[in-house]
């Protein structure tokens, strides 16, 4: 699922419905509630404490670390890069595994190899053997792959394969473990919930400041 088509499923899925209670307890410290009615599906409780941000309800739990003083409308600005960076606790993998970005990833690098090979006329040497082998064993991660649905198991998949995978590239393990990382939906919902909150919010607040004049 491309990015497109996860912010839409979010937005159209998890907080159809949804709407934003911000409570401001003092200078410091305000608590967003986001959730649909009488109900605690995908609903979510943001508390804004200073520098940290703290997440908790059916969407997991996580805090991030920021560098500027965590408010709403600051943090509904980032993008979801500079967001996911300052995750420092999470109830789940910092990473999600996807298939098809590790597919892309293998396959960029099957790319490259081929592109040292040494044979002439036709001719293998020892050096097109090795590269061959190597490519192998990237072919069969990319049909193991498809099979994985976590962190976990793409690393056991390639950990059968670490000692083979090594003889040709030592420094594969600085590239391979992490082939199909992508930032988890949950991280992408909890940045869309807050822009969603303070679309709501502002335009809120911008209707009754109409009204009121």
């Not at 941000?53 to 709403?72: H, N, P, Q, R």
Request: aromatic share 14%; charged share 30%.
């Amino acid at each position: 699922m491309n990015k497109n088509d996860i912010e839409k499923q979010i937005r159209e899925d998890w907080f159809k419905g949804h709407t934003a209670v911000l409570e401001k307890l003092n200078d410091g410290v305000s608590i967003l509630s986001w959730g649909k009615p009488n109900s605690i599906f995908y609903y979510i409780r943001y508390i804004f404490d200073g520098c940290k941000l703290y997440i908790s309800g059916d969407v997991g739990e996580a805090i991030f670390s920021l560098t500027e003083k965590a408010s709403l409308e600051s943090i509904a600005s980032y993008n979801v890069g500079y967001f996911h960076g300052k995750l420092s606790a999470f109830s789940e993998d910092k990473y999600s595994f996807d298939s098809d970005t590790a597919i892309a990833r293998l396959k960029e690098e099957i790319e490259y190899v081929n592109g040292n090979k040494e044979s002439s006329l036709g001719e293998e040497n020892e050096h097109d053997e090795e590269i061959n082998e190597y490519i192998s064993l990237l072919y069969k991660l990319i049909n193991a792959s498809r099979e994985c649905s976590s962190k976990s198991l793409w690393g056991y998949e390639v950990q059968q394969k670490y000692d083979e995978l090594t003889n040709y590239d030592p420094d594969v393990a600085e590239w391979i473990f992490r082939a199909g990382d992508v930032i988890p939906s949950r991280v992408e919902g909890y940045l869309i919930g807050l822009k969603m909150a303070y679309e709501q919010i502002k335009s809120q607040y911008v209707f009754q400041t109409i009204k009121d004049n």
